[in-house]
């Protein structure tokens, strides 16, 4: 800044303090004008932003001891006039007094501390939206074309690919197709909703599901063949005596992604008939005779008292 453009400006006037004012008083009161006159707050209001500058140069040079002094130095030889051609006499003849405003920096560059950065072109804002995919979807990935509410500053649909793996929940980020701003624009949120399956549930990259047996199958042992989410069938054993609520795996068939694959994970589920007539009747009757040695509860007390 020249030095004729500085001193022609009354800087405890545009700020509102005395020039006895010490520095607490000279930064409160900034303070209270930064806050009530920041662009953020007032949008498009260029009278109000030419002040705020105006503020915002005042306070760069009054909260600094040495540039206060020179301030005041240089102010009252102009007055004075004892430097007539814009430059001071003695030790200041022919001084530049950009340093006062870090050698060219703007004065807006102090906010960082007080409003979280340095003030600059605006980005445009931030959208969002959400969409929702089957559980299919999101395991193996699909292809989304995404329509948004009809807005002048965003356009109408997006497209974009849905990874595979991808959790109920997760975010998808699209650079740039949010708002305009004189920043640049801004970027598109979109937040992905997983419909439940009948079967399948998911926990990192491995499947789950739950495989209803028979009393008889856990007991004597079987192969029974199970659907996969990829719409083919495994074949899983039963071995003899398997209890309820066994996992079985079967490796590489979860869900596939960079990092690795995932395992379809099979827990064994014994479903026990609600009612058994005539020979099937008597024939557990027969069983239940023939194992009665057999006791699963046998040191369920002992194990109780310790």
């Known amino acids: 800044m020249a030095a004729k453009d500085l001193y022609e400006k009354d800087l405890y006037s545009i700020l509102g303090v005395k020039k006895t004012d010490n520095e607490a008083a000279v930064k409160k009161q900034y303070r209270k004008l930064a806050r009530e006159l920041h662009p953020d707050k007032n949008k498009g209001d260029k ?64 906010f960082s501390t007080l409003f979280g950065g340095a003030r600059g072109p605006r980005k445009g804002a931030d959208l969002s939206s959400e969409t929702t995919i089957s559980f299919r979807d999101s395991v193996f990935g699909t292809e989304l074309n995404l329509k948004l509410a009809p807005s002048s500053s965003s356009p109408s649909t997006v497209s974009t690919r849905v990874p595979a793996g991808i959790n109920d929940g997760a975010r998808i980020k699209l650079k740039g197709r949010g708002a305009p701003g004189q920043g640049g624009p801004g970027d598109l949120y979109i937040t992905v909703h997983v419909v439940k399956h009948p079967v399948f549930t998911r926990k990192d990259l491995h499947l789950n599901m739950a495989l209803p047996v028979t009393f008889t199958e856990a007991t004597l042992g079987a192969d029974i063949k199970v659907p996969t989410l990829d719409g083919d069938e495994v074949t899983v054993r039963i071995a003899p005596g398997t209890p309820n609520g066994r996992i079985l795996r079967v490796k590489g068939r979860g869900i596939a992604s960079p990092k690795g694959t995932g395992d379809l994970l099979i827990t064994v589920d014994v479903v026990i008939p609600q009612r058994v007539d005539g020979k099937a009747k008597a024939a557990l009757e027969t069983f239940a005779e023939e194992t009665k040695d057999f006791n699963p509860r046998s040191d369920l007390a002992q194990k109780a008292r310790a």
Do not use: C, H, W
């Open 47 to 110: 009278k109000l932003e030419d002040r705020f500058k105006e503020v915002s140069e005042a306070y760069e040079v009054l909260s600094d001891t040495k540039k206060r002094a020179e301030y005041d130095e240089m102010r009252e030889a102009f007055k004075s006039g004892r430097v007539p051609n814009g430059g001071f006499q003695g030790g200041f003849q022919g001084a530049d007094f950009s340093d006062m405003f870090g050698g060219g920096g703007t004065p807006q560059d102090i």
